[in-house]
């Protein structure tokens, strides 16, 4: 049985875990390592890639500055949450706000200190992402268009600095990286129609609120077309292998998802569409190694 100071010292551990989400960063490192193995580093043998110690500085320092991201974030958003996620909220309240930001300023700061171990340039990358996520939080999010844009290339910036790291310039790389930014900035949207309530009451000035939920329908049906450009693209013009059936199930999914749309009006109902989008992001990150079966079964057995 734990005592009571062990209890305490877990229940916080649990606050500032959610407060970080650090589900979200693992699904990130473990995204970036597949998209080093599989499409950006595909040209070199998986024990370079997964044992090279600048790949694993990048990576991170990109789980602290999401970390720090998600903190920033969460001490702004603290009053909207209340009313959006009630019970996140209180769970991640059990950590004080001074807490908060201290961790902020030494998530970054080691963030910095990892990437000066690659190079000046990572060290300038890094910094001005850390910048970029903190004006985010604190202007940019409360503007329609600009918020919903700026928070989709925030989150694919981790890949940017793998991207650049290799220096891959393949074609097939932009239509995958296309298609990611594309269905998160579905899934920012969406996001706005499920949080109209909070935003609202805090004067935040997203797309639905400006502009009404039947327009940002529209919206999101014009960006569902366009993300089904990059699928066909990868399944008909481009070799991935089996992850074809991935791009064939979120074209379903997405068919699956404008149905409900339009028929949707309530929290609860966005919230489901926004799930339904979540898991079409996290399924492709796994299905990443089925670009090529034979090539995993082989990094299994040249690993061993």
Request: aromatic share 16%; net charge positive.
């Amino acid at each position: 049985m734990l005592n009571r100071r062990q209890k305490h010292i877990l229940i916080k551990f649990f606050s500032m875990f959610s407060v970080v989400r650090g589900y979200n960063i693992l699904i990130v490192v473990i995204a970036q390592y597949l998209a080093s193995i599989y499409i950006l580093g595909n040209h070199l043998p998986v024990k370079s890639v997964v044992f090279d110690l600048n790949l694993f500085m990048l990576v991170m320092a990109s789980a602290m500055t999401i970390a720090g991201g998600y903190i920033i974030n969460n001490f702004y958003d603290s009053e909207k949450d209340l009313i959006n996620r009630p019970q996140k909220s209180m769970l991640d309240r059990l950590v004080s706000q001074n807490t908060k930001l201290s961790l902020y300023f030494v998530l970054n700061f080691l963030a910095v200190i990892l990437a000066s171990y690659v190079s000046f340039r990572a060290v300038v990358f890094f910094s001005v992402y850390i910048f970029g996520i903190w004006f985010y939080s604190h202007k940019l999010k409360k503007l329609p268009f600009v918020g919903n844009l700026t928070s989709a290339i925030l989150t694919i910036t981790p890949f940017f600095i793998i991207f650049i790291y290799y220096k891959n310039f393949e074609h097939v790389i932009f239509v995958h990286a296309m298609f990611l930014f594309l269905m998160i900035s579905m899934r920012e949207l969406t996001k706005d129609l499920e949080n109209i309530k909070g935003d609202m009451a805090q004067g935040y000035k997203t797309i639905p609120i400006v502009y009404g939920e039947k327009a940002s329908k529209v919206m999101l049906t014009i960006l569902c077309v366009l993300t089904v450009i990059p699928a066909y693209l990868l399944i008909d013009k481009f070799h991935v292998g089996k992850m074809s059936y991935f791009f064939y199930a979120s074209i379903f999914l997405l068919v699956v998802f404008q149905f409900l749309l339009w028929k949707s009006n309530s929290k609860l109902q966005y919230l489901i569409l926004h799930n339904i989008l979540k898991f079409i992001i996290l399924a492709g990150v796994f299905s990443i190694p089925l670009i090529d079966i034979s090539l995993v079964l082989n990094k299994i057995t040249l690993m061993r």
